[in-house]
């Protein structure tokens, strides 16, 4: 890890997106300046009975194109700036899948890992309570991402359910299936970036079948991804988590079996990797599935992948990506590559404000379909324009902000 930040970075792609739009001074002001903050104390009582005070967010970055929409994070290290850099990625991201949403982040400061099943929910409810006022399926639409999954979903929904006095599912995404989720959730932000490692491979003319692939990060993104790859054929070398990783695993359902068996990845038979040793695998496509900031100036100069996939949000430095670029490294970029779980959330709430359910072969199948027309359309902007796929990618969403900004006007 360096010390760049995800909010310069994701400010300087914008700075980028918004010069090449030739857009004038004033829209790079409005496009850089999240529409509202919200920072929150959320009081925990620990099963010891002693008291605790976390800090929790919530950024609305842009309501301009419909309501906002972003996950729920619980990580230590999460504050003010990083929500925001989040809540700015997911604007472009769901203007470029043309999803009718603006862009959202919030997330708790603490370590999911040190509280208890009871203090995971009592703090999810409380900060659920004080963001209260500014979501709701019309306003702001929360889902699961790091540290975070269906049940933190589940109890958020039913925290807002109870204060409205009825049942209103629409309000989170990502929930379980019961109580409105939409099936194929799961795994979509795996299953969009496996969709978006096989273009790409196509793209750079290399056979998706056989082709090998290492992944940072075996969590919901990262673990799903690996799956939908196995089956579209393609070879996951190497996984890693947060303790490190590994190499020569049979499968990854095999890997998978051990590490819900013991926690670990170190199955019988295969070989640990450092987490950067895995970043510089001679592979055909590198996947960063964690966190920010993996690929900097400082790992990316050895990175041998032909492809790097970002599973991730905002994975690349800019300056890890200017070497990548110079090295001749295809990125498919966040905004593009893990698209596919704000498109799922999307369904699911599309599903839950008709009352009416898909079957998983209409969700994957529409999936699909959005995922491969963005592809297509960040791939015609960077034969048109001479431009990177990154910022192929922003130039649309941006540009699309942009301008339905210009069309709603200044009020008053
Ligand atoms: P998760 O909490 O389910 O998994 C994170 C994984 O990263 C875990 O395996 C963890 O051990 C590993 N990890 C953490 N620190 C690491 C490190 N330093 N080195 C290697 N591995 C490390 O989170 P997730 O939902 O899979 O999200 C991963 C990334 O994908 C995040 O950047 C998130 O914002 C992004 N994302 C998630 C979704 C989603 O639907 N969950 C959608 C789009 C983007």
Redesign the pocket.
């Known amino acids: ?1 360096t010390t760049e930040s995800a909010i310069e970075t994701a400010r300087a792609q914008l700075r980028r997106a918004v010069d090449q739009l030739k857009l004038p001074e004033n829209e790079w002001q409005t496009l850089s300046t999240p529409r509202r903050i919200l920072e929150v104390a959320v009081p925990l009582r620990r099963d010891t009975g002693n008291v605790e005070i976390y800090k929790g967010f919530r950024v609305q970055y842009s309501t301009t194109r419909g309501p906002s929409k972003g ?1 729920v ?1 619980f990580h230590p290290s999460i504050d003010m700036d990083e929500t925001v850099a ?1 809540a700015m990625l997911m604007t472009w991201k769901c203007a470029l899948t043309n999803l009718p949403y603006g862009g959202a982040k919030g997330g708790i400061a603490v370590d999911p890992a040190t509280l208890s099943r009871g203090e995971n929910e009592r703090l999810t409810r409380r900060y659920t309570s004080e963001i209260l006022p500014i979501i709701g399926p019309e306003h702001d639409i929360p ?7 269906e049940q933190n979903m589940a109890w958020m929904m039913d925290t807002y359910s109870v204060n409205a006095g009825f049942s209103v599912p629409g309000v989170v995404t ?1 929930k379980p299936i019961v109580l409105g989720g939409s099936l194929g959730r799961t795994s ?2 795996g299953d969009g970036v496996a969709i978006s490692t096989q273009q790409a491979l196509i793209a750079k003319g290399i056979n998706p079948l056989g082709a090998t692939v290492a992944i ?8 799903w991804a690996a799956i939908a790859l196995e089956q579209m054929g393609l070879k996951v070398v190497a996984v ?6 590994v190499t020569g695993f049979s499968s990854v359902s095999s890997l998978w079996d051990h590490f819900k068996a013991h926690g670990d990845l170190n199955a019988p038979g295969t070989e640990k990797l450092t ?1 950067e040793e895995l970043l510089h695998l001679d592979v055909d496509v590198l996947i960063p ?4 900031d ?1 690929i900097t100036e400082h790992t990316a100069t050895k990175i041998k992948a032909r492809i790097v996939v970002e ?5 690349t430095t800019p300056e890890g990506d200017a070497i990548l670029n110079d090295k001749g490294i295809l990125v498919i970029p ?1 905004i593009l590559a ?5 498109i799922v ?1 999307y369904f699911e709430w599309v599903q839950d404000k008709q009352n009416y359910f898909w079957d998983a072969d209409e969700v994957k199948t529409n999936l699909s379909t959005i995922m491969l027309k963005a592809f297509k359309e960040v791939a015609s902007t960077v034969e048109e324009r001479s431009v990177t796929w990154r910022e192929a990618a922003l130039m649309i969403g941006v540009g699309r902000v942009a301008e339905a900004h210009r069309l709603r006007g200044l009020y008053p």
């Open positions: 890890m996950g994070r989040l889902a699961p991402d790091v540290g975070t999954d990502g979509a932000t940072q990060g075996f969590g919901k993104v990262g673990y890693s988590d947060v303790q490190g990783g987490n599935a964690a966190l920010s993996a599973g991730a949000n905002a994975p966040d893990n698209s596919g779980g704000v959330s």
